[in-house]
């Protein structure tokens, strides 16, 4: 079984319910490599690895196929909009 | 295997089993005998060495002064009450402040993922151990259920899991890593480019 975008989607989307999710087939079109983006509700609270964890969790059933995931991001609604609206990193 | 030494008190006798042509997880035991107490008794230092990949686990213990024979029988640790795959994984984390379940060797990763976090973790020049999971599977399968984490790289530290490259990368970007590894001897403890 090859795991596909959609299905990569359809099971972040039914554990994790994302407020934003974007799933990048890096591939190259032979499938079961992938980098992800979610922000969710359910980060909240949550370290990065717990965040991962539940991502990884998540993807379990699609785990032994997929080749490589990489987690680009793992946020909460907070922490993403302040991100999507300033695109120059904020001066500190 | 039959064992017959005789020995004084002052010396030492080693029989080493050649470790070459051994499967991994095999166990290669060393006797020293160190002392005798009396005509029918010895005093028995036992170094089990176990084979996993190219790389050497070691375990000592110091046998009773008597029923001296059982220590001669051939064991099996990963059967028995002795290291096991998992207490390998726990002393690795325990024993090294850095340390990465990889796929290749630092010089050398096979994988773009550990490439990435080596690249990362060489930037702080702190001892970095590693161990090669593509030469062991069963070392990969307990690495996998010691940190419950379905992938490689898998990087600890001071004993705890961190993640997997994502994360390390991640942390490297908002200085946490940086405070992470702050206390741990090296060259130079400040990341490169600073």
């Known amino acids: ?92 | 295997m039959s064992v017959v030494c005789t020995s004084s008190s002052s010396s030492l006798s080693t029989l080493l089993l050649r470790r070459r042509s051994l499967p991994v997880g095999s166990e290669v035991t060393t006797f020293f005998l160190i002392g005798s107490n009396n005509g029918s008794s010895l005093v028995v230092k036992v170094v089990s060495m176990q084979l996993f990949g190219q790389s050497l686990k070691y375990s000592t213990k110091i046998s009773g002064d008597s029923d001296t024979h059982e220590d001669f029988r051939s064991t099996n640790k990963l059967e028995g009450s002795g290291i096991s795959v998992q207490d390998v994984v726990q002393q690795d984390v325990k024993i090294n402040p850095v340390m990465i379940y990889m796929k290749g060797v630092p010089d050398a990763p096979r994988c773009g993922f550990s490439a990435l976090a080596i690249k990362v973790l060489q930037q702080y020049r702190v001892p970095i151990s590693s161990r090669n999971i593509l030469e062991d599977p069963v070392l990969k399968e307990a690495v996998k259920a010691f940190s419950n984490w379905p992938t490689f790289p898998q990087i600890f530290v001071k004993g705890e899991f961190i993640g997997g490259s994502d994360i390390v990368l991640s942390m490297h970007q908002n200085g946490q890593l940086k405070e992470l590894l702050s206390d741990i001897k090296g060259d130079n403890s400040k990341p490169s480019g600073e």
């Not at chain 1, 999710?21 to 591939?27: E, F, H, P, Y």
């Open chain 1, 1 to 92: 079984m090859v795991v596909t975008k959609e299905d990569v989607v359809a099971a972040l989307t039914s554990s994790l319910s994302p407020s934003h999710l974007q799933v990048i087939d890096t591939s190259g079109g032979c499938g079961a490599s992938f980098d992800v983006e979610v922000v969710s509700e359910k980060f909240e609270g949550k370290r990065l690895l717990e965040r991962h964890r539940l991502v990884n969790a998540a993807l379990a059933e699609q785990m032994p196929q997929i080749h490589a995931l990489s987690i680009k991001k793992a946020l909460t609604p907070s922490q993403w909009k302040p991100q999507s609206e300033n695109e120059e990193p904020a001066k500190i």
